[in-house]
């Protein structure tokens, strides 16, 4: 019986997450949390609000799913990484934004990270197949693909949250949109994979059928296909190494067509790139910059182009310095979110 811990277990991962548990006879939830929604009866140990740690040293798990969206995920990361506790990583946002301190807490506990975000549980699998030169992710494109800035300027949140494959919390819509998403899953393949940032390219693929691929040094590459549906990499993280059925079909090959991503256009995806070649606390500042733009974006306080534009100019407010330790991690992101300045 592995025992899990699911935290963000009212949202869009949380919900799939219990269906999955709920299916399989060798996983127990033992620990669930939410920030401000009901969840009662779900797990002898259920928290709304509250501190994460805590309920996680209560229930003690043998595995942590992190399903909390933003930069409030990053305690039960850091818990799951000094514990030694296997972590299901869904919050990538706190593996960019604590970057070498998760991997330093990673390398002290002795555990291991299994990626939910479905491309990086793509690269995962094709990695154990030989060392990889190079890494593929690829992105919807969201719904905004194709468009230029111009058609841009005044388009709704109701808009930016229509996803064309995905079915997502509101945050990871609107990245989706904006291509911060591809942008912040580019430097958690960094960190996950250990690949320099030359390595790591981003395709538009409009289908989310390929959802990752790994090139070798023969000339050999692999890539991992499936129909979006985030059930199978959750499933995989909670059953690793072995695999569980879930309801998704077998895959029916169809025309799959590739792209390359509109920088002009989406910029986020290049400031994240930026950010992880600068290095230091830059992800975790281009992370909390993009979370108060979005906050402001859904509701109506700045348009869908001022995302950018906003955590462009916080990114040049920020010293970017590297943090030794959590609690000066906790203050970058707290002065790249003063940084922010609204237009
Ligand atoms: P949702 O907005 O649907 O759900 C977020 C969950 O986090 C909710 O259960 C929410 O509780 C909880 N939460 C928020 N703040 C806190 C807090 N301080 N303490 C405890 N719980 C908290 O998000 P998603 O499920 O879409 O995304 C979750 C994470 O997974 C994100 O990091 C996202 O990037 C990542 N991810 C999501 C994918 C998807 O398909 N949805 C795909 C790949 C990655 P409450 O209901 O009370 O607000
Ligand atoms: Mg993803």
Same mark, same amino acid.
């Given at each position: 019986? =592995?025992?899990?811990?699911?935290?963000?277990?009212?949202? +869009?991962?949380?919900?799939? %997450?219990?269906?999955?548990?709920? !299916?399989?006879?060798?996983?127990?939830?033992?620990?669930?949390?939410? $920030?401000?929604?009901?969840?009662?009866?779900?797990?002898?140990?259920?928290?709304?609000? $509250?501190?994460?740690?805590?309920?996680?040293?209560? *229930?003690?798990?043998?595995?942590?799913?992190?399903?909390?969206?933003?930069?409030?995920?990053?305690?039960?990361?850091?818990?799951?990484?000094?514990?030694?506790? =296997?972590?299901?990583?869904?919050?990538?946002? +706190?593996?960019?934004?604590?970057?070498?301190? !998760?991997?330093?807490?990673?390398?002290?506990? $002795?555990? +291991?990270?299994?990626?939910?975000?479905?491309?990086?549980?793509?690269?995962?699998?094709?990695?154990?197949?030989?060392?990889?030169? +190079?890494?593929?992710?690829?992105?919807?494109?969201?719904?905004?693909? $194709?468009? =230029?800035?111009?058609?841009?300027?005044?388009?709704?949140?109701? *808009?930016?949250?229509?996803?064309?494959?995905?079915?997502?919390?509101?945050?990871?819509?609107?990245?989706?949109?904006?291509? %911060?998403?591809?942008?912040?899953?580019?430097?958690?393949?960094?960190?996950? @994979?250990?690949?320099?940032?030359?390595?790591?390219?981003?395709?538009?693929?409009?289908?989310?059928?390929?959802?990752?691929?790994?090139?070798?040094?023969?000339?050999?590459?692999?890539?991992?296909?499936?129909?979006?549906?985030?059930?199978?990499?959750?499933?995989?993280?909670?059953?690793?190494?072995?695999?569980?059925? =879930?309801?998704?079909?077998?895959?029916?090959?169809?025309?799959?067509?590739?792209?390359?991503?509109?920088?002009?256009?989406?910029?986020?995806?290049?400031?994240?790139?930026?950010?992880?070649?600068?290095?230091?606390?830059?992800?975790?500042?281009?992370?909390?910059?993009?979370?108060?733009?979005?906050?402001? @974006?859904?509701?109506?306080?700045?348009?869908?182009?001022?995302?950018? *534009?906003?955590?462009?100019?916080?990114?040049?407010?920020?010293?970017? *310095?590297?943090?030794?330790?959590?609690?000066?991690?906790?203050? %970058?992101?707290?002065?790249?979110?003063?940084?922010?300045?609204?237009?």
């Amino acid at each position: 019986m =592995t025992r899990i811990a699911l935290l963000g277990a009212t949202g +869009s991962i949380g919900r799939q %997450a219990i269906e999955v548990i709920e !299916a399989s006879p060798d996983l127990e939830l033992v620990a669930a949390a939410s $920030g401000t929604t009901a969840i009662d009866g779900l797990a002898p140990l259920t928290q709304v609000g $509250g501190d994460l740690t805590e309920l996680l040293d209560r *229930a003690e798990p043998d595995v942590v799913l992190n399903a909390v969206v933003g930069f409030a995920g990053l305690a039960p990361t850091m818990w799951a990484l000094e514990h030694g506790v =296997t972590l299901a990583l869904a919050n990538k946002e +706190s593996l960019v934004a604590a970057g070498d301190l !998760a991997l330093a807490a990673l390398e002290r506990g $002795g555990g +291991s990270i299994i990626p939910v975000d479905s491309e990086h549980s793509a690269l995962f699998q094709c990695i154990q197949l030989g060392e990889p030169e +190079s890494l593929v992710v690829t992105a919807s494109g969201g719904p905004f693909r $194709g468009r =230029t800035r111009a058609d841009l300027v005044d388009v709704t949140p109701a *808009a930016a949250l229509a996803h064309p494959t995905w079915n997502m919390g509101p945050k990871i819509t609107i990245d989706s949109a904006t291509l %911060a998403n591809k942008g912040l899953e580019v430097i958690e393949a960094h960190f996950l @994979f250990g690949m320099p940032y030359d390595r790591i390219d981003v395709v538009v693929h409009p289908t989310s059928i390929v959802h990752g691929l790994v090139r070798f040094r023969d000339g050999a590459s692999i890539a991992h296909l499936g129909y979006p549906d985030m059930r199978v990499p959750i499933s995989y993280a909670l059953t690793y190494p072995a695999r569980a059925s =879930t309801p998704v079909p077998p895959l029916e090959l169809t025309t799959l067509e590739f792209f390359p991503p509109d920088h002009d256009t989406f910029r986020m995806l290049g400031l994240a790139r930026e950010s992880g070649v600068r290095g230091g606390t830059y992800p975790c500042a281009y992370n909390a910059a993009n979370e108060v733009a979005v906050a402001a @974006f859904l509701t109506g306080k700045i348009g869908f182009l001022d995302i950018a *534009a906003v955590v462009e100019d916080a990114l040049g407010r920020v010293t970017g *310095a590297p943090a030794q330790t959590l609690d000066e991690l906790y203050a %970058a992101d707290r002065a790249a979110r003063d940084a922010v300045q609204l237009p």
